[in-house]
């Protein structure tokens, strides 16, 4: 690395290498230095706010020198960088995440100590950076930390949202949501006002002759707005590398035309162009797998990948290099389909920017790109009017077009008798209106598509891409399971547990390489292990009883099995299964002598998620379960025996505190609609067992810690298409079990029957499509096998500690080496 530095660099390059404070007293030094100066305040004023604003910088200090010197290394070495385009990156809070990174959190916490604070209250002071919906955007921020752990050369690109995903209140039952504004004061966010785009819309496309008679096409009029960088810093674990997260905002371009506007005394309008033109970046669409088709939308996608390509583009420039060898120096990942106009926007600045013939650029677009898929609901699958498109974005709808000519012409070579094939496959939907189909245009610009769990890359190339598979044949497609940060997931969230590990598997260093938690396995018998693992899951549930009191003010017993679903309410997430479970186990407590009551296992119901508020029915689930609490948690028959908890808001950094404190957690999805799920690891890494369905990384968490240490039941996902089609032809009655719980819910039990009535109906009349009456049966009676072996504790314990020592697999660090050989073709820079 050194030779490759220019002379006058190499001096200022070896100085400052990676450390974090060297001791206490040069912590509190930096914190009281930048409360006195940067913040403008006496120590005597110093409050929580204060002192978190104080440490969040100080800490900033430390991350910037490494951050500036990965990127010089990046940049003197020429290699090969990986561009992770999200729409979504749910990151919470960042604070914690820098001190353990940079192994300064004791010395910040004796620091903070001493200055009369409790380092977990100045964590909290910070907001969450909270820019996505759920599985899709967190497993974008575990990515991203993984990358810089594993020193890989790594950007993330995506927008600045002014307004993350809203937060969730719970008034008299109901969903309520409040605008997230995060931005108050964000140190770890650096404006870039040099690092500018113009993104042009809208115009119409002349064809013109340039001086050799070759076609050129123009894009001219329109309307611009400026693209504005914001870079985060993103610390690797015990290690300097740290990578950069860009985020665009966009403001109105500071052109002539407004200039004059303004002088002419259209104040007004000039007023409203600008913030037509920070609607672009102002606020995340709230819809977890599912599209809606909005301009605004589109205009968000092609505004943030239209900003980044040029960025990269740029940089790519810098190294002189032939057109040819781009793919050698980027490789770009498209989170899903939202990014999938920069296969269009990359073919065109090769076309008409860069003068490349077709085929050429075509070669080197389709060798940069790698699509991860991950949903198979149709709902999710986007769709854009071709009428839309064309408006915003001529000249890449002729692309389009070009694309998919060249596309079928040689789909028909290859099947000339097969003659549905051609309309199958082709990237415009021949409907009314026609529609252009992005899942489609990302397979055909990219040289792999992969899924996010095993079940899931099956399932994509047997059914909604399986005509592409037969064209491109099986090696374009590839599976990559999730993973999770072990960083976050269990180290931070989880510290006391973190100790316990280390302090039997040498040290720390587990959390680099996830795999060596096997060595566990040895302590599953020993005793006192046991006890301090149980020990540590009690004192986890009492943070949490304590969260729940001061919150809601309700009493729960920390003895009790806290049985915990926490993610996006949806119906094929199946809350309703859950808790008509809870009402049937109700109803039974409700039934039972008190001597018979004495021998149930009491049980806290934990729910918590928000729904996208445009989700009518997905409210009504929300509502049914508020009502089932207020019911129960006043109930003197039920007591301590079942409690049914509503967590309000739930987001990154209350799942720090949730995840760690659950006996038994839901991932209960109608099977072959979950594609992966993420915090079912998240759950079984904290020590906590699974009940589950045959879906997702549910199946191969089974594989890894064996079927004896996992509640499954349901219908497996072979048998969802028959199931569903006998219940269209009437074949079907409700579970009698279930009969019992609409009846009690339609008897006015939990408030107006007329609330739930189409929660109810859903399944008894209209045709339960996510099947919750067919799995009822099988989900009450593995719940009883729950009861049954809660009771031994010892037993308990042992599947909890010998699954830990099983999850290896699930670190997001394997799963982004995966990508890194398989699809991205990068290594690691050593540092
Ligand atoms: C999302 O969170 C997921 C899929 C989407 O498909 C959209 C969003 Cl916002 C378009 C989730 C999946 O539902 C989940 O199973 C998976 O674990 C997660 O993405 C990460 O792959």
């Not at 040289?447 to 044949?473: C, M, P, R, W």
């Not at 049980?603 to 997905?618: D, N, Q």
Request: contains cysteine; charged residues 25%; negative net charge.
């Amino acid at each position: 690395v050194e030779a490759s530095i220019p002379e006058p660099q190499r001096e200022a390059w070896t100085k400052n290498q990676f450390e974090s404070f060297k001791d206490q007293g040069e912590f509190e030094k930096e914190v009281v230095r930048h409360v006195e100066t940067t913040l403008a305040r006496s120590m005597f004023n110093c409050d929580e706010t204060a002192a978190y604003s104080a440490t969040a910088l100080a800490f900033r200090d430390r991350l910037i020198k490494d951050w500036n010197k990965t990127q010089q290394r990046q940049t003197f070495t020429d290699s090969k960088r990986i561009y992770y385009l999200s729409l979504e990156f749910l990151m919470g809070r960042a604070l914690d995440n820098a001190m353990l990174n940079v192994k300064g959190k004791d010395i910040a916490k004796g620091g903070l100590n001493e200055l009369g604070f409790r380092i977990e209250d100045i964590i909290s002071q910070e907001n969450d950076a909270a820019l996505g919906n759920g599985g899709l955007g967190r497993l974008a921020a575990c990515f991203l930390d993984s990358m810089a752990s594993l020193n890989y050369p790594a950007w993330g690109y995506g927008l600045r949202y002014r307004y993350g995903i809203f937060k969730q209140e719970i008034i008299d039952g109901y969903q309520v949501e409040v605008p997230d504004y995060w931005l108050d004061f964000n140190p770890w966010e650096f404006p870039r006002h040099d690092v500018t785009v113009d993104i042009q819309f809208y115009g119409h496309v002349r064809k013109s002759q340039d001086e050799n008679g070759k076609t050129v096409a123009n894009w001219e009029g329109g309307e611009v707005v400026t693209a504005v960088a914001y870079d985060m810093p993103i610390p690797g674990y015990d290690t300097p590398s740290t990578n950069n997260l860009r985020l665009w905002s966009s403001k109105a371009a500071s052109g002539e035309f407004d200039f004059q506007k303004f002088n002419n005394g259209e104040y007004e309008s000039s007023v409203a162009d600008q913030q037509r033109a920070e609607t672009i970046s102002a606020v995340l669409y709230p819809n977890d797998n599912l599209e809606r088709g909005k301009e605004l939308r589109l205009k968000q996608q092609y505004f943030w990948v239209a900003a980044s390509l040029y960025d990269i583009v740029r940089r790519f420039k810098k190294s002189k290099r032939p057109w040819s060898e781009f793919p050698d120096q980027v490789a770009i990942q498209l989170n899903d389909t939202h990014p999938t106009l920069a296969v269009v926007e990359l073919q065109r600045i090769l076309l008409d920017k860069e003068g490349l013939e077709w085929d050429e650029a075509w070669n080197i677009v389709t060798a940069t790109f790698g699509y991860t898929n991950h949903t198979v609901l149709p709902e999710a699958l986007e769709k854009w009017p071709v009428g839309l498109v064309q408006h915003l974005l001529p000249r890449h709808l002729q692309i389009i077009y070009d694309i998919n000519l060249f596309f079928l012409q040689s789909v028909e070579k290859k099947f000339p008798e097969d003659r549905d094939m051609l309309s199958r496959v082709s990237i415009i939907e021949e409907s009314q209106p026609k529609m252009v189909r992005m899942a489609y245009l990302a397979i055909v610009g990219s040289h792999k598509v992969n899924g996010v769990a095993e079940l899931h890359s099956d399932l994509i190339q047997t059914t909604i891409f399986k005509d592409f598979v037969k064209i491109y044949g099986a090696d374009k497609f590839t599976n990559v399971t999730n993973g999770i940060t072990p960083r976050r997931w269990l180290h931070q969230a989880n510290p006391r547990l973190s100790e316990l590990i280390a302090s039997k598997t040498g040290g720390y260093d587990y959390l680099k390489d996830l795999t060596t938690l096997n060595k566990l396995e040895q302590y599953v018998d020993d005793k006192d292990f046991r006890k301090e693992w149980a020990e540590i899951k009690y004192a986890n549930k009492v943070r949490l009883a304590k969260y729940i009191k001061s919150t809601l003010d309700i009493t729960v017993n920390p003895a009790a099995l806290f049985d915990v679903q926490v993610k996006r309410i949806h119906e094929y997430k199946r809350q309703q299964l859950n808790i008509f479970g809870v009402i049937y186990r109700y109803l039974q407590l409700k039934e039972m002598s008190p001597e018979e009551r004495k021998k149930q296992a009491p049980r806290v119901s934990i729910f918590g998620g928000k729904a996208a508020p445009g989700y009518w029915m997905a409210k009504q689930i929300i509502h049914l379960i508020n009502n089932v609490g207020s019911v129960v948690n006043k109930d003197p028959d039920v007591g301590d025996l079942l409690k049914v908890i509503y967590l309000e808001d739930y987001n990154v950094s209350k799942a720090e505190i949730i995840i760690p404190a659950s006996d038994l957690s839901e991932h209960i999805s109608t099977a072959g609609t979950e594609a992966s799920g993420t915090s079912n690891m998240k759950f079984v890494l904290n020590g906590g067992l699974i009940i589950g369905t045959c879906d997702g990384a549910n199946i191969e968490i089974t594989r890894e810690i064996g079927q004896d240490n996992i509640f499954l039941f349901g219908t497996l996902s072979e048998d969802v298409e028959d199931l569903r089609h006998n219940h269209t032809y009437g074949k079907h009655s409700v579970d009698s079990g279930l009969q019992k719980v609409f009846e009690a819910i339609t008897t006015g039990k939990f408030g107006d029957a007329n609330d739930f009535g189409a929660l109810v109906s859903a399944v008894r009349d209209h045709g339960d499509y996510y099947l919750v009456s067919d799995d009822f049966q099988s989900y009450v009676d593995t719940q009883k096998m729950v009861d049954e072996e809660y009771k031994n504790q010892e037993e308990w314990v042992s599947k909890c500690i010998r699954s830990v020592a099983r999850m290896g697999f699930f670190s997001s660090d394997r799963c982004i080496n995966e990508y890194a050989e398989e699809i991205w073709n990068i290594e690691p820079l050593a540092v």
